[in-house]
């Protein structure tokens, strides 16, 4: 009987889950909707996004995980058994080993909080890996060889950034500043500029469809409804992507900065890999248009994103297991 094997990229934003032998199986939100009264869970994933800044007085959607740590352990150990068991069926004859990924600063406890819940959820083996070398596995990195790579995976709420040489982080940071951090910038810059007051998939949207971090020669246009703060009704305006890089300046510094920390105390001989061989962006958050022309720009390195930056971190914990099986079948 074949072991299952799981990956799980437990992320603010999204939770992502890859098993042995069928790659990313599934993607959802990492959203629970559950009943005031009762306690009782009413939905999880993309069916409790869709009742995001829609709730009744009986509901109530939360988000599980903040900041890339659990907030809310019950609601995350339900959100994980639902995945688990969605992925792999209901015929589960053997319980599943299970690598999740935690950002690269995590605390003891907040790792102890992910392993505790990865165990409740149904979990025979728990293996814990940092972002950063799950997403240069993902991303096709051979990180066992003697060089220098620096990641920055870009989530829903951190960004990591390492540098990576001989299968192991050799200088890192973890800034609580990423995806979901965007959505609030363009949240607050519509109410600042122009008294609008949107919700956060509204803000979402506006990021993804003209959202950017480096100004374009050619801007983009969108029309972003909410309600004006002024007169309290409904209110329809048009903003431009010239806008969108300027609300998420500040944000987007905050990135290149940690990016520039890391490179100051980078070893010279990784330095001088990086350099050489650049700066691989991973995670939703680097689908940002313009990040990489703003890293090139301050860092004076060539900046590229992984084919398939969403699912890097969760393709790297799956096949991290699958090594680790590897290891123990041979042993």
């Known amino acids: 009987m074949q072991q ?21 199986v599934l993607k959802e939100p990492s959203v629970v909707a559950f009943n005031k009264e009762s306690g009782k869970v009413q939905a999880i994933g993309e069916d409790a996004r869709l009742m995001l800044g829609k709730e009744n007085n009986n509901i109530q959607v939360v988000r599980p995980l903040r900041k890339g740590v659990i907030s809310d352990y019950t609601v995350t150990e339900s959100m994980m058994k639902y995945f688990i068991q969605k992925a792999l069926g209901k015929r589960l004859i053997r319980k599943p080993r299970i690598a999740v990924c935690v950002p690269s600063q995590v605390t003891e406890v907040e790792r102890k909080a992910v392993e505790d819940a990865t165990y409740q959820a149904g979990a025979r083996e728990v293996e814990i890996i940092e972002e950063p070398i799950a997403a240069a596995i993902g991303a096709g990195i051979d990180i066992f060889k003697p060089c220098g790579n620096m990641i920055v995976d870009i989530g829903g709420g951190t960004t990591d950034i390492a540098v990576i040489s001989l299968g192991d982080t050799v200088v890192s940071a973890s800034i609580k500043v990423a995806g979901d951090d965007f959505d609030e910038a363009i949240v607050r810059h519509m109410r600042k500029k122009h008294n609008l007051l949107i919700g956060e998939r509204t803000a979402e949207d506006a990021k993804i469809k003209i959202g950017t ?19 309290g009704l409904p209110n329809t305006i048009t903003i431009s992507s ?39 962006l991973t995670g939703g958050g680097s689908l940002l248009r313009g990040l990489e022309e703003l890293i090139e720009h301050h860092t004076g390195i060539n900046t590229m994103t992984a084919e398939d930056p969403m699912t890097a971190v969760a393709i790297g914990t799956g096949k991290y297991v699958e090594f680790l099986a590897g290891l123990r079948d041979n042993s």
């Open 213 to 231: 971090a480096f100004r374009r020669s050619e801007p983009d246009y969108m029309d972003v409804k909410g309600r004006n703060l002024v007169s």
């Open 242 to 280: 010239d806008e969108m890089e300027e609300a998420l300046k500040e944000t987007t510094s905050q990135i290149v900065e940690a990016i520039h920390s890391v490179l100051e105390i980078t070893p010279p001989e990784l330095a001088a890999d990086i350099a050489d061989r650049g700066i691989v």
């Open 4 to 24: 299952a094997d799981i990956g799980i990229d437990l992320g603010t934003a999204s939770i992502l889950v890859y098993v042995r032998g069928k790659g990313v």
